[in-house]
């Protein structure tokens, strides 16, 4: 995601900004990882004797969209109707944020198992399409995560202006 906009989305306020994440990163996930799931199970399918063959992906997509449904709806119901109020909770935020580290994780894993995304030379349309769906997905999730954590999860009126003392967080 680019600075600028990041930068765009500091002036809109909490509500814009958690209705936007819900409608363009929310329902676009549970919508693309099964279409994915489903893409990688046919190639894991017909390519299994192929040494290229990302084997497990279709798990691995299971296994996270449960993740990230659980994760979502905790901010969903608990913590953005609390941002649109103007409460900031450092425990449910950085609970939020410890599990973007681990969506990240689960992403390197994808990248690792298949070759950074890149198909094998001849490789079928479903599989290129299947990987065309899965850089979208890791630059979704990338951007999703990077919105909430540096803007959404960033409470304005306490982020030193310039020339002020700098806090780590911990004290919040």
């Known amino acids: 995601m680019s600075q600028e906009i990041v930068n765009q989305w500091r002036d809109k306020s909490n509500t814009e900004l958690v209705q936007y994440v819900v409608e363009r990163f929310h329902q676009r996930h549970r919508a693309q990882i099964p279409e994915l799931k489903q893409l990688a199970l046919k190639v894991e399918q017909v390519h299994d004797d192929h040494p290229q063959v990302p084997a497990?992906?279709?798990?691995h997509l299971d296994s996270m969209l449960h993740e990230l449904e659980s994760h979502m709806m905790k901010e969903e119901q608990i913590l953005f109707p609390m941002?649109?109020?103007?409460?900031?909770?450092?425990?449910?935020?950085?609970?939020?944020?410890?599990?973007h580290v681990q969506h990240d994780q689960e992403l390197q894993h994808i990248l690792a198992?298949?070759?950074?995304l890149t198909p094998p030379e001849g490789?079928?349309?479903?599989?290129?399409?299947?990987?065309?769906?899965l850089r979208e997905l890791v630059q979704d999730l990338n951007d999703h995560i990077e919105l909430e954590n540096t803007v959404l999860f960033v409470d304005s009126d306490t982020v030193p202006k310039h020339g002020e003392d700098?806090?780590?967080g911990s004290c919040q």
């Open 56 to 59: 497990g992906l279709a798990e």
């Open 83 to 99: 941002l649109v109020r103007g409460i900031y909770p450092s425990g449910p935020i950085s609970v939020m944020e410890e599990e």
């Open 113 to 116: 198992i298949t070759n950074d």
């Open 123 to 133: 490789a079928c349309g479903t599989w290129q399409e299947l990987y065309r769906g």
């Open 166 to 168: 700098f806090c780590c």
